[in-house]
């Protein structure tokens, strides 16, 4: 059973940084790809940004410039830098995974590409 653990999470001032991580278990996928998907109250869920295993990525215009994206292969753990917070990055974040892509393929970066989901982890930033 594939399971991902999202960690990282809290209270931060507008810019600020933080960074989360996401560790999964029961992966034995050799192509996948892992990202951060993050929901508001009373908003949809979006994606911020995700990465596979050949190391391509892509990150919503929102985001691009203030948070990196990184996979650890070999520890099956995905981690989001966040940097220069601001008060509308306030949001639950969701670690989701998918698997047995094409070779290098990245998938939108759409949830309903997502199979598999973490519980999620809170991020607030206020002064």
């Known amino acids: 059973e594939v399971r991902l653990v999202e960690s990282g999470g809290g209270l931060v001032q507008p810019g600020g940084s933080l960074r989360l991580s996401c560790a999964a278990s029961?992966?034995?996928?050799?192509?996948?790809?892992m990202g951060w998907f993050r929901q508001a109250p009373g908003k949809g869920r979006e994606g911020v940004a995700h990465?596979?295993?050949?190391?391509?990525?892509q990150f919503a215009d929102s985001v691009n410039g203030r948070f990196t994206i990184s996979l650890d292969n070999a520890k099956n753990t995905l981690y989001l830098q966040m940097n220069s917070l601001k008060p509308e990055d306030t949001a639950m974040y969701f670690c989701?995974?998918?698997?047995?892509?094409?070779?290098?393929?990245?998938?939108?970066?759409?949830?309903?590409?997502?199979?598999?989901w973490g519980q999620g982890t809170q991020v607030t930033v206020s002064s």
């Open positions: 990465i596979n295993t050949f190391g391509s990525f």
């Open positions: 029961g992966f034995t996928f050799n192509r996948y790809a």
């Open positions: 989701a995974a998918t698997a047995r892509l094409a070779y290098n393929y990245l998938p939108p970066l759409n949830a309903v590409a997502y199979n598999y």
